[in-house]
């Protein structure tokens, strides 16, 4: 066929050809586009699969396009739903404190908060259809709630033990590093810290500490660290892991 104005009808059909090769429709999004000069097939979290086709196409060569990416698209599709299950989590393992917490979903504004205790150690957390990242974001604000009663105190008890002072400590969602400790005795710890086992998160909040007295990684502070936490080489491995 020759080129023609793509219509809503070519867009069904390629809807009805990925159903003919068993791949749902969900987290499919077929659209056309004035501004589009390329057949585009893309991924996003909050549009799943994504295909762009330009608003004047052939239609034979468009569909013959979509089948040969058929096993991408599925492909495609099923890495998405497995990383916006990860953002709806069933349960929270916090190692570190020895807990577990049921989720439980409930409608948008049945919880003031976005997160609520029940009993039986579960949360309720608000899930918006329109927003996939809502419940991330509020079990994250819990999480980040729970590693300041949890390990404030935890570091604060160290201190103590070993005879030192730091000025203040923060709780971060920090990326790449677990754990810093400023010139001016400011400690950041990552929240995410709960999922770690306990004798891991020790050998942060003391490596922290030791930074207290030896703000470098110089020969001084490993041999101080060393004193504190005998095993701490097996332990850096272990964390890094």
């Given at each position: 066929?020759?080129?023609e104005l793509t219509s809503d009808s070519q867009i069904t059909a390629i809807y009805k050809l990925l159903s003919l090769?068993?791949?749902?429709?969900?987290l499919i999004l077929v659209r056309l586009s004035k501004r589009a000069k390329h057949l585009i097939f893309q991924t996003s979290l909050v549009k799943g699969v994504e295909i762009v086709v330009p608003h004047v196409a052939d239609y034979e060569w468009l569909m013959n396009q979509v089948h040969n990416k058929i096993q991408w698209i599925a492909?495609?599709?099923k890495t998405i739903l497995s990383q916006r299950n990860d953002l709806t989590p069933k349960q929270i393992h916090l190692t570190a404190i020895n807990e577990i917490w049921?989720?439980?979903?409930?409608?948008v504004n049945k919880t003031p908060t976005g997160v609520s205790i029940a009993e039986n150690h579960t949360l309720m957390t608000e899930m918006d259809s329109q927003d996939v990242f809502n419940v991330a974001r509020n079990l994250q604000k819990w999480v980040h709630q729970k590693a300041k009663v949890s390990l404030v105190p935890w570091?604060?008890?160290f201190a103590q033990d070993r005879g030192l002072k730091f000025n203040t400590i923060r709780i971060k969602n920090q990326v790449s590093r677990w754990g810093s400790c400023?010139?001016?005795g400011n400690i950041n710890l990552n929240g995410r810290l709960l999922f770690l086992p306990r004798h891991l998160v020790s050998y942060v909040l003391h490596h922290e500490l030791t930074h207290i007295e030896h703000l470098?990684?110089?020969r001084r502070f490993w041999?101080?660290?060393?004193?504190i936490v005998p095993n701490s080489r097996d332990l850096r491995q272990e964390l890094k892991c």
């Open positions: 066929m020759s080129a090769h068993n791949v749902p429709s969900n492909d495609a599709r049921n989720v439980k979903l409930v409608p570091l604060e008890e400023s010139d001016k470098n990684h110089s041999e101080a660290f060393s004193k």
